[in-house]
């Protein structure tokens, strides 16, 4: 059972890092696009490439564009953090879980 617990342990620390992650590149197209960056930029166009399927879904789904601002980014956010806190919590709590017996 203690190999068990570390693999959910590990998945659930791993899930963690890979949402923060992308929650700051969220954070850094939210950024961008209140300049003008170069779109021809390796790094601009890997954040758009990145942020672009999920936000384009959520647009096209949810009215989130009120007087010209695009909500999307933040629906995006809510749902990591609750991904952050639900799934990641369960994970440990499920390894604390084996760990404890």
Not at 41 to 50: A, Q, T, Y
């Amino acid at each position: 059972m203690f190999i068990i617990g570390n693999l959910f342990n590990a998945v659930a620390v791993v899930l963690y890092y890979i949402l923060n992650i992308y929650m700051w590149i969220i954070i850094a197209r939210a950024v961008l696009s209140w300049v003008n960056p170069d779109p021809y930029n390796p790094i601009v166009r890997f954040i758009h490439n990145i942020t672009e399927p999920v936000l384009y879904k959520i647009r096209t789904t949810l009215p989130v564009n009120f007087s010209g601002i695009d909500l999307s980014p933040i629906i995006v956010f809510l749902a990591i953090i609750f991904l952050q806190k639900f799934v990641v919590g369960s994970l440990q709590g499920i390894a604390f879980s084996f760990l404890s017996k």
